[in-house]
Structures are given as C-alpha cells and as structure tokens.
C-alpha cells in the first residue's frame, strides 16, 4: 500500500546516502551490504517495522484483557472504591493511593501496609506486603465467562 511504498523509497534514499560515503575496506571490491539478498532482507524489515509502527501493536492484546480487563467485585471491595467493576491493576492502584492518602505505610518497612478497618475487612490481614496485595483482593474479583 501506500505507506509501504512510502517506507521503501525512504530506505532507498537512506542507503544511497549512507553508500555515497562509504569506503569498503576489502580488497575484493565487493560491497557487502549491497549484495541482492541482504539488501532485500533489510528492505523487508525496515517496510515491516515501519508498517507496525503505523498500524496495531504486534502481538495483539490491547485494553479490555488480561490484567486489564474490568470485571465485577464483590459488594465489599465495590463499596470500598465506589466502583462496581474495576480491572486487577485499577484495584491495586487504587489501594496504592487509599493507603498513601491515609498514611497508612509502616514506617519502619515502607514495603509493608498497616491496615485499617476498611482494609482489615478487604484483605483479613493488619499488615501485609504492598506488593501481595493483588493476591489478597483476588477473592473479591467475580469471575465471569
């Protein structure tokens, strides 16, 4: 398509450019780079890098799965964040900034987080590792199919 042609012709150019100024150190006269089927093979690379930066991320995905993806919690954890549906990393983030608004780091570990009511009742820990926490709230995630 369009873009493609685009993107090759740049190339083209770049190496002619690049080239102009090259001196080959081998005695054999031959230039390397320019031999038919390396110079095809980067051709094809750079077209292919150039029409994925253009278009969708290679390896699909995307917002909406995995980790990402919003699903419905448990009343408690709902009436806890006023959301009736959050994504594993919206609910992690959101205990991040529920616990650093109510200073609730233990001060002598900051890997840790000391509980308060609403917490003790989410997680059934006092204290536990910032990082565990995902693990914790896993039981207030419905799964859906």
């Given at each position: 398509?369009?873009?493609c042609v685009d993107a090759v012709a740049k190339f083209a150019a770049s190496e002619d450019e690049e080239s102009a100024g090259d001196d080959d150190d081998d005695d054999d006269g031959n230039d390397d780079a320019d031999s038919g089927s390396g110079r095809k093979r980067l051709?094809?690379?750079?077209v292919k890098k150039a029409a994925a930066s253009k278009?969708?991320?290679?390896g699909g995905g995307g917002a909406g799965t995995g980790f990402a993806k919003p699903l419905p919690v448990s009343d408690e954890l709902a009436a806890a964040t006023g959301e009736p549906m959050m994504s594993?990393?919206?609910?992690?983030?959101w205990l991040f900034a529920y616990a650093k608004e109510r200073d609730l780091m233990?001060?002598?570990?900051?890997?840790?987080?000391?509980?308060?009511?609403t917490l003790k009742q989410l997680t059934g820990e006092s204290r536990f590792r910032a990082f565990s926490a995902s693990k914790l709230l896993n039981r207030h995630f419905i799964k859906t199919k």
């Open positions: 398509t369009a873009c051709a094809a690379k750079r278009g969708a991320k290679p594993r990393g919206g609910v992690v983030k233990d001060p002598s570990d900051k890997r840790f987080v000391l509980a308060d009511e």
